[in-house]
């Protein structure tokens, strides 16, 4: 339940009185002839049996993508072993029900992917940089597009004009404006930037170096102190953040290694997988990379207001 406001008039008051009224969470605050009356947000309706009715419902009605296949096994499987630890969490003091509810927590959220968009795992290895030249499949890719900022400087044109790289062959050899347009929809941070806007300290000033940068960095994102646009995957928007992509690359290939062994010396057997090669470099360039990601990111997160 939404916190409630609403006011009367009445004769003026000592200002700051508080007179606790109709129960122990509504207040009469009153003040400069006006009373409010609150209902602080801590008060709500809550029903976890109710909810936990619906999705027991749901494992036999199952939503999205869980409807059919692997997903509706992992959807009504996860969403059991959810219940069953919360279940379990309510018998046990605090010592031992934080493991319990986190867990329980951990299997609802695999459900909920379960039911969510699919989202394939070379798709996301397709959003790092550094697998551009290591792709797992030979479908065609969507992959980060680098972005130059060297001509920014200098350039007084009221456009701003950078170029970008890494663009596929088949888009520069169809060459027609409308192939490029069809391909940039899959780049969110390219949508509706054409034109850059100026901010003028004068009659007539043109924009500077440093207002040139700042409206590029709004475009695009910093990895590895350099500027790319991101795709976005299975359709989502926004992209991935790159370090959120790296967690989800670095997450699949730890799975197989611990619960899929077997598998996982299949992968990497430079023998018999064309996967071996790409998950070596991936896993070299993970140790050139992450530090430098996590830097840029603990510093792109403390400028936010």
Known sequence: MSPTLSSRTQAPMAPALHTLVASHWAADLSALGTSFWIAPSMYMEIDPLAAWERLRASRSSRPG????????????????????????????????????????????????????????????????????????????????LYVSSSSVAGDFHPLLIVPVGDIPDHVVDDGSSAALGAFLKSYPGTTGYDSFARRRTG????????????????????????????????????????????WAVLYALSMLARYRPAQWANHINVEGSRHAVPIEKILEQAMEHLPVLIADTIEEVTTWS
């Open 203 to 246: 009659a007539d000033a043109d924009p500077n170096y440093e207002q040139r940068l700042e409206r590029l960095d709004a475009m695009t994102w910093r990895y590895a102190r350099h500027r790319y646009f991101f795709p976005a995957v299975a359709g989502l928007s926004p992209e991935l953040h790159p370090l959120m992509a790296w």
């Open 65 to 144: 993508k869980a409807s059919t296949g692997a997903r509706a096994k992992t959807y009504t499987t996860a969403l059991g072993q959810a219940q069953q630890m919360f279940r379990a969490a309510e018998a046990v003091g605090p010592k031992t029900s934080p493991l319990l509810v986190f867990y329980g927590l951990s299997q609802a959220g695999r459900a909920i992917a379960a039911a969510a968009v699919g989202l394939k795992g070379e798709e996301v290895w397709d959003t790092l940089p550094a697998t551009l030249e290591y792709p797992l499949t030979g479908r065609g890719r969507l992959t980060p």
